[in-house]
């Protein structure tokens, strides 16, 4: 069975930069794409930002363009999101997601179906 783990998240004061991590557990599978969503209080959860394994191109919100960094580790299959300039609307729990299946980038959530416990992310000052 495999398990998402995340780290990292915390307290930030706005402007300032965490970098989250999220390890696989379990039977480890080249899935084809990783990536991570947020969820803040009353909202929706939305895609942040994706890689796919396959050739490490990489995908992003409009609001996470030019702040955010996704990457991925190949010798233990870690993903993470480097974030950086943190505004104070970043805060939300932050979850890591793939999907054995899925062959093509995609930003909602609904097509994933294996999650990490989330990692909160609060910026303010």
């Known amino acids: 069975q495999v398990q998402l783990v995340e780290s990292g998240g915390g307290l930030v004061q706005p402007g300032g930069s965490l970098r989250l991590s999220c390890a696989v557990s379990g039977i480890t599978l080249d899935y084809y794409v990783r990536g991570w969503f947020r969820q803040a209080p009353g909202k929706e959860r939305e895609g942040v930002g994706f890689i796919a394994t396959s050739d490490g191109s990489t995908y992003y919100s409009d609001s996470a363009k030019g702040r955010f960094t996704i990457s991925r580790d190949n010798a233990d299959n870690t993903v993470y999101l480097q974030m950086n300039s943190l505004k104070p609307e970043d805060t939300a729990v932050y979850y890591c997601?793939?999907?054995?299946?899925?062959?093509?980038?995609?930003?909602?959530?609904?097509?994933?179906?294996?999650w990490g416990q989330g990692t909160q992310v609060t910026v303010s000052s």
């Open positions: 997601a793939t999907n054995s299946r899925l062959r093509y980038v995609s930003f909602d959530p609904h097509e994933y179906n294996i």
